[in-house]
C-alpha cells in the first residue's frame, strides 16, 4: 500500500515538473513585445491612439495592434492622438 501512494507521489511529482517546463517552453517561444501600439476603437470607428510598446495604458489584444516604427509615425502624423502617458509622438519626433 505504501509502494502505491509512493508511486502515486512520484507520478504527481513528475506531472508537476512537466507543467512547469511546459510553462517555460512557453514563455521561451513567446513572440516579442511589439515596439509600438496601435488602439483600436470599439466598433469601426478610427484608431483612438498610439502607444510606446509595454505602455501601461495601452489596451491588451484584440485592441492593441503592434506596428512598425513608420507605422506609428504615420499615424501620428494622420492625426491618431498620441498616449499621454507614454509620450510616442516625443519618442518618434513628431511633436507640433
Not at 507543467?19 to 515596439?35: F, I, Q, T, V, Y
Amino acid at each position: 500500500m505504501q509502494e502505491r501512494d509512493l508511486a502515486r507521489t512520484r507520478k504527481w511529482i513528475r506531472g508537476r515538473g512537466t507543467a512547469a517546463g511546459r510553462r517555460a517552453e512557453g514563455e521561451r517561444r513567446r513572440p516579442p513585445a511589439p515596439d509600438w501600439i496601435i488602439e483600436k476603437s470599439i466598433g469601426d470607428g478610427p484608431p483612438a491612439s498610439v502607444h510606446v510598446g509595454g505602455c501601461y495604458a495601452a489596451p491588451k489584444w484584440p485592441r492593441a495592434l503592434g506596428v512598425t516604427r513608420e507605422q506609428a509615425r504615420e499615424a501620428l502624423y494622420r492625426q491618431v492622438p498620441a498616449c499621454p502617458h507614454c509620450r510616442p509622438d516625443a519618442a518618434l519626433g513628431v511633436l507640433e
